[in-house]
């Protein structure tokens, strides 16, 4: 068993990196940054009037064909390698500038939907501060000005970027820019700086974006946001909005006030620079779904719906802790909603999913009514409900296990139930670490890894709950003292019990720590004071119910200590089943078959095929040993 379990929890790992690693294709998006925006300079009417920058252009191409074929296995992938192969057709063929561009952004946007990847500035960068930076590393070869004339210009080839030309900006957004920044470009003299901080390189790309414009369209762009700001937080909601806006894009898109108005924002970032609302994030996503199905793409449009929860509505579910009516409403919605357009429904019933999930989220707007922040009684109630409902099933696992351990006198194998809890700990320190510093966890990601590392957790519980139920009987347990205990506790048995342990609590302190990051964001921060009380409530409570199941469980007389805690494992593994089946799919990794039937998160009851054919597979898995166990004991 100990093998299998270290085995097991080297999948888990390595799942859990796969999830996490959102940064991977970052290089292919910058190359097609690269494409959208420098290959019509490079081909007109199918000449080529520069063959050293073609020559780079067909290098790129080909290499986003090799990359994609490289990148982790994911549904999508083989779209995306078509997506690709005809980028690089097109490239070859010297096709017009406006169809490579075209091909370009749109392989882009779906390779980064495909894996996860946001690339937003973590807070406002100041561009004014990034000139400093750019007098010392850059304006040797760009010129203080940033015309590309600067003094190692003449000898360079191809010859630095000229910021100021409108005609190439035209085609390039900030986020491409801050790529070109942090990896450079091969095959030229653009190195890249990826030993500056992030949000110095921001900055840089913010500077570098606002070259281009002219004092006069400066001015036009502020009056024109002081005249009508509501409108122009339409086109543009955040920075993530911000930094991927292409101002050909956006002219063609809105016009050329929105224009004078992005050219400015470049040069003030903090405007825009507030938490979206999830809700209106949700409201986006569910235009861009119905948008494609009106265009024929219903594979395209059912990833906008996912990501309409994933991306939006999930990160307001913690304000919604005590409105469960109207957070379920809104979660069934749209789980009909992407199972229509899964299924191929008719275009009419869509339309009426899609209605009745607006008609959700307004009733969950309205009970969230009443100010943007939470106020602190509303922080205090969410924060203390969500960790005891997280630490919950946690705390029974550890409980039951550490009582086993006290039943049979080995109270020095405590150290490994220690080992379990503090290692998860650690695990979703770091976690949260990597999310606020290094990683965005994507929604898909978050329930990945919450699906993986549930189902991982039930292969152990139910290992663990068998093995306390084959000793129910004293004189099996005595003999299993006298002859195995310190062998088996020894051996695998220990990393089954400190796996068990990690397993449980580090899927609740990464679904704890998603949830608190959102709380924060949603204005949380303004009651820190009531956030922490919540929370330390609640882990006051989870220490209490701890103390409680340790202290009478082992009291019990052994045959009923042994059926209760194999049975709460059982159950807890029938939960986490639920858990896990459920966070597949509304990442999309499984099918969503709705049944007639309540929803009962607690019990990890959902109204799905899929989850009650798991749970009942684990269920009767978990008869069949126990017909096995009975029967043996009965030759015995």
């Not at 986003?64 to 690089?88: K, M």
């Not at 952004?105 to 807070?123: D, F, H, K, N, Q």
């Not at 607690?602 to 017909?627: D, I, N, R, S």
Request: proline share 4%; charged share 20%.
């Amino acid at each position: 068993m100990g093998a299998r379990f270290r085995r097991g929890l080297a999948v888990l790992l390595l799942a859990w990196g796969a999830a996490m690693a959102a940064a991977g294709p970052g290089r292919l998006l910058h190359m097609l940054d690269y494409l959208a925006a420098d290959y019509p300079e490079m081909v007109r009417d199918g000449r080529v009037l520069d063959e050293a920058e073609y020559a780079e252009q067909v290098e790129f191409a080909t290499e986003v064909v090799r990359g994609i074929g490289r990148l982790p296995p994911d549904p999508r992938r083989e779209a995306l390698a078509a997506q690709a192969q005809a980028l690089q057709a097109a490239v070859l063929a010297k096709a017009p500038g406006a169809r490579v561009q075209g091909l370009a952004r749109s392989l882009r946007e779906a390779l980064a939907e495909a894996y996860g990847v946001v690339t937003v500035p973590r807070a406002a960068p100041d561009p004014a501060a990034a000139a400093r930076v750019f007098g010392a590393r850059c304006v040797a070869c760009h010129g203080p000005e940033g015309r590309g004339d600067g003094v190692l210009a003449a000898g360079l080839e191809p010859r630095p970027t000229d910021f100021t030309d409108r005609d190439r900006a035209a085609g390039r957004s900030v986020e491409g820019l801050y790529n070109t920044i942090t990896f450079g470009v091969p095959g030229t003299g653009m190195p890249g700086f990826s030993e500056l901080d992030e949000a110095t390189r921001w900055a840089l790309a913010f500077w570098v974006a606002a070259r281009s414009a002219t004092p006069a369209e400066l001015a036009r762009g502020q009056a024109l946001w002081a005249a009508d700001e509501a409108r122009w937080r339409g086109v543009f909601a955040d920075l993530g909005a911000l930094v991927r806006a292409v101002p050909a894009a956006v002219r063609e898109a809105h016009g050329a006030d929105a224009e004078a108005v992005l050219a400015w924002l470049r040069t003030q970032p903090a405007q825009v620079a507030g938490a979206a609302d999830p809700l209106a994030v949700t409201r986006a996503w569910l235009d861009r779904a119905w948008a494609r199905l009106r265009e024929g793409d219903r594979e395209g449009a059912y990833e906008a719906a996912l990501a309409a929860y994933l991306e939006g509505f999930e990160l307001v579910e913690p304000r919604l802790q005590g409105h469960g009516a109207e957070r379920r409403a809104v979660e069934e919605a749209m789980t009909a909603l992407r199972e229509g357009l899964r299924r191929g429904a008719a275009e009419d019933e869509v339309e009426a999913a899609m209605r009745r999930v607006r008609e959700a989220l307004d009733a969950a707007e309205a009970v969230l009514a009443g100010g943007e922040a939470l106020g602190p009684g509303t922080a205090f109630v969410a924060s203390l409900v969500i960790l005891l409902r997280e630490g919950l099933e946690a705390i029974l696992i550890v409980a039951v296990i550490a009582a086993t351990l006290v039943q049979a006198g080995r109270r020095d194998a405590m150290r490994w139930v220690h080992l379990g809890w503090i290692g998860a700990l650690a695990a979703g320190g770091a976690t949260w670490w990597l999310s606020t510093n290094v990683l965005r966890i994507s929604g898909a990601s978050r329930e990945v890894t919450e699906g993986v590392t549930a189902l991982l957790a039930v292969a152990v519980l139910l290992y663990v709950g068998f093995w306390l139920h084959s000793r129910t009987h004293a004189d099996r347990w005595q003999r299993f003292l006298k002859e195995r205990v310190h062998d088996a506790l020894r051996g695998g048995a220990l990393w089954a019990l400190a796996g068990s342990v990690f397993l449980a609590v580090y899927r609740e302190v990464f679904e704890t720590i998603l949830f608190y990051q959102a709380l924060w964001s949603q204005g949380a921060s303004e009651a820190a004071w009531a956030l922490w009380a919540g929370l330390g409530a609640a882990a006051a409570a989870l220490v209490v119910i701890a103390a409680l199941i340790l202290r009478f469980s082992v009291r019990l007389p052994l045959r009923v200590f042994f059926n209760v805690n194999a049975a709460i494992l059982f159950v807890l593994a029938l939960v986490f089943t639920g858990h896990g089946v459920a966070a597949l799919q509304e990442a999309g990794w499984l099918p969503v078959d709705l049944l007639p039937l309540p929803r009962i998160e607690l019990l990890g009851l959902y109204p799905t095929l899929e989850t009650l054919a798991a749970q009942g597979l684990v269920l009767a898995l978990g008869a069949g040993l126990l017909w096995h166990e009975a029967r043996r004991g009965a030759s015995a």
